[in-house]
């Protein structure tokens, strides 16, 4: 006889979340990204050679603003990697484009760190910047992943 | 089964049913009447499209005199200065009028002749690292040179501008720029132009006298990107409606926007794709895209940026050549420029969309006659690319009831005051 009881009260609580959580929450454009993305602003590199991490001085990082990041690249050791050659590219794996901007490493900054001119990201959404690395003969890469509003 | 329910149990029933009912009906209201209209997420977007959101306008370090008064009041006069043109009939104005937003109505300009190519706004222009269609130009003053020596534009020369200089300007034109050479040897007519007279008299000139009539015609694209930097957007219905918006998703201003302008809003940033490029307060990312937009009946296919870049890299009258102010490292758009790569073929610069409703006919050749036809366009997922390839991925599926909010929606992005009058 009892289980009517909580039978309904559990079909009342229910019935009050539902109606609690019919907020609005349609998606916009730019959301189909795959889920579980790594946002990290550290990442080991794929051959799993260097630590690589970047630092934007525009943060948040907004769209349509020509930019500066420091890229910072040391060994899995914590070694500085020094005397880099870097070729970074962006690309919006959801779309047929990259950057509006052909970004350059522009100086080396010491201490294993990197000026990186030229950013700039025309779209909100998903993008994938790529940093292709060669040290001491070791060639590798690391993408970082940025979800842009 | 019990057949005997105690009717403690069945009033019980009846309560929990009735209170159900009730919360039924109070959560429709408060669905229908008082749920936000947007997500906090959409309506930090919908802030960052608000002239609110608008930077003021950065400098251009390659023209020392870009927010100079005296060279805003030359400029405009020589924008609208029919005299600046082959058959004195022509003006800056002529094609980029003051009262259709600095635009003409018409799918090609028309100058001294017809222009294939769509008359671009020139209201907040000035924001753009790029400037035409292909973004050939790197400056809004290296843009200003070109129409005046293009043949079908304003179709003159650079000798004729310097003497025109010297006979109607030379106060306000020494005030700026120093000195005036003295011309009065110089050929009327003589540019690197179509023309065969003029480009050789032009070849007839020692690299001094070219160098200084050179500079002539760069101070006058100065003065003329001067004015320009003045033509800025002013705030339409929508960035009203942006303003009015609580950070709870509410407008405490009902009413700024009709139901199917909204409806058209959210389509904006959501299923139509829109604000991928048509993003930010001027509703465009100044970059390149080709989304297979049909070529103009009879005239050739546009090449789109891949020209754009190769001209822009080649100009006299760039931010790295020798008339422009600025340090090379400011030259950020040429410096960072993307030379290669699958989106330079056939890729044409985003236009704003501010005014849009008001600046018919659309794309770079003027195309698509009305609004209804661009959304049929990006509807059907864009067209085939007749250079390059189409970006875009696949069809939008919009019915056509949401084409139409659509294009409601567009029109809530025309200012709201009237466009400046000519003086």
Not at chain 1, 110 to 115: C, F, K, Q, V
Not at chain 2, 174 to 201: T, Y
Not at chain 2, 222 to 243: E, G, W
Request: proline share 7%; net charge negative.
């Amino acid at each position: 006889m009892r289980h009517i009881y909580t039978y309904t009260l559990l079909i009342l609580a229910l019935f009050f979340l539902a109606s609690c959580s019919s907020s609005s929450t349609s998606s916009t454009a730019h959301g189909n990204a795959p889920a579980n993305l790594d946002f990290s602003t550290t990442r080991l590199s794929e051959a799993g050679h260097y630590r690589v991490s970047y630092t934007s001085e525009l943060n948040p990082i907004a769209i349509n603003q020509l930019h500066t990041w420091t890229l910072h690249i040391e060994t899995v050791e914590g070694t500085p990697v020094e005397n880099a050659v870097i070729q970074v590219y962006g690309d919006m794996p959801e779309h047929r484009h990259g950057m509006p901007t052909a970004p350059k490493v522009t100086q080396y900054l010491g201490d294993g760190n990197y000026r990186v001119e030229g950013m700039r990201f025309q779209m909100g959404g998903w993008w994938e910047v790529v940093f292709e690395i060669e040290a001491d003969g070791e060639t590798d890469r690391v993408a970082f992943n940025l979800m842009l509003r | 089964m019990r057949l005997g329910v105690a009717r403690s149990e069945r009033l019980f029933l009846l309560a929990v049913s009735g209170v159900m009912a009730l919360l039924l009906g109070v959560s429709a209201v408060v669905f229908l009447t008082d749920s936000p209209t947007w997500s906090p997420d959409e309506v930090a977007l919908l802030r960052s499209l608000s002239l609110d959101a608008l930077e003021p306008l950065p400098p251009d370090p390659s023209n020392r005199v870009a927010d100079n008064p005296d060279a805003i009041a030359l400029g405009e006069r020589l924008f609208f200065d029919v005299r600046f043109s082959a058959n004195g009939a022509v003006s800056c104005a002529s094609c980029h009028m003051p009262e259709r937003y600095f635009t003409d109505g018409r799918p090609f300009g028309v100058g001294v002749g017809v222009i294939p190519l769509n008359t671009m706004t020139l209201i907040g222009a000035a924001y753009s690292p790029w400037f035409t269609w292909d973004g050939k130009a790197d400056s809004q003053w290296a843009q200003a040179l070109l129409p005046l020596e293009n043949a079908v534009e304003h179709g003159g020369n650079r000798t004729l501008y310097a003497h025109l200089i010297a006979e109607y300007y030379v106060a306000e034109y020494e005030a700026l720029f120093g000195p005036l050479p003295d011309l009065s040897h110089l050929p009327r007519n003589a540019g690197p132009v179509d023309d065969p007279v003029a480009a050789a008299a032009w070849e007839a000139m020692t690299p001094e006298e070219q160098d200084a009539i050179n500079r002539i015609f760069a101070n006058m694209g100065k003065a003329l990107a001067a004015f320009q930097r003045t033509l800025l957007p002013q705030p339409a219905r929508f960035d009203r409606y942006v303003a009015s918006l609580n950070d709870d998703g509410r407008s405490s201003q009902p009413g700024i926007l009709s139901e199917e302008e909204i409806a058209g809003l959210r389509l904006f940033i959501g299923k139509g794709q829109c604000i991928n490029c048509h993003n930010g307060p001027r509703f465009t990312n100044d970059a390149f895209h080709n989304t297979g937009v049909p070529a103009a009946p009879g005239y050739p296919v546009h090449r789109g940026r891949i020209d754009g870049v190769a001209r822009v890299q080649s100009d006299l009258f760039n931010c790295l050549g020798p008339y422009s102010d600025a340090a090379p490292e400011e030259c950020t758009a040429l410096r960072f420029v993307v030379t290669e790569g699958d989106t330079l073929p056939g890729g044409m610069k985003t236009p704003t969309l501010r005014n849009v409703a008001e600046t018919a006919p659309y794309m770079h050749t003027g195309q698509f006659a009305t609004l209804a036809d661009v959304i049929e366009h990006y509807n059907a997922g864009g067209g085939l690319a007749l250079f390059g390839h189409n970006e875009l991925h696949q069809p939008l599926n919009l019915t056509a009831t949401e084409a139409k909010q659509l294009e409601a929606f567009l029109h809530t992005l025309t200012e709201e005051p009237m466009p400046p009058e000519e003086p």
